[in-house]
């Protein structure tokens, strides 16, 4: 977006860099015009990107307590980082599958700063109580291979596998068993099959929703930082590098 209007800006201003034989008043007036508002627009746009003021964004979001002890294992990165994302997400999202990709690559460029745990939030009221309605079939169905799959200790491996074939449950007819045996060979998973049926996966999914009982997920994806909702700045390397020092320094001064 800074780089379209920077460019427009440019090719304003340069438009008119050779010396015309005539220029009319209005039609001068009119390009000054566009250029202030073109200008204005970069300014407001960089300030917005600033980390004070995305700090400053953030502080105004009301703070939600997950209940991460079920799943204090699942964490990617640095289990020891003081600042921590946490999304909740469902496999059948479309946002969801960009957002985890986007927070696992700030979490790798930022290691020291910041770590990230996944919760799994389906969006199907058959195995999720805290939601109304039904996104997609793949929506249960996948968060329990996620979950088989964390029994065998390969979660992000999972994450990765269910997102990378998500459309494939939108090609009919879907079958359910080959999917499973395929995820099962291509991680390596033991008694996969069996645990994708199983009570034990029923009852891990019950203990998920534990995780953000009490809680109001208006959606998927949601994204926490240290337990206040953080808008978009992970999608952006650069900028997110910028805030997350920034964030550091505010939330863990030295000597604290």
Known sequence: MLQLLYIIVFLISTSFSEEPKKMDTNVLKTVNERSKVAMDAVSRAMIKTEPETIYAEYLKNEIMLP?????????????????????????????????SKDLKAR????????????????????????????????????????????KNGKIWKAI??????????????????????DMGKKLKLKDFDACAVSKWVDDALNIEATVHKGLKIPGTPIVLLNNRRLGGVYKNKNIFTKFIKYFDLKENPKGK
Do not use: W
């Open 107 to 150: 979490v790798n460029e930022n290691k020291q700063l910041v770590n990230l745990t996944y919760v799994l939030f389906p969006l199907d009221k058959v195995c999720n109580k805290d939601v109304d309605g039904k996104l997609s079939n793949y929506s249960c169905f996948s968060a329990k291979l996620a979950l088989c799959a964390e």
């Open 67 to 99: 209940n991460l002890e079920p799943i204090k294992s699942r964490v990617y990165g640095n289990k020891n980082a003081k600042n921590k994302l946490v999304i909740f997400a469902d496999f059948a999202c479309g946002h969801c599958k960009a957002t």
């Open 160 to 181: 990765d596998y269910l997102y990378e074939h998500q459309d494939d449950s939108t090609k009919l007819p879907f079958d359910n068993r080959k999917f499973i045996s």
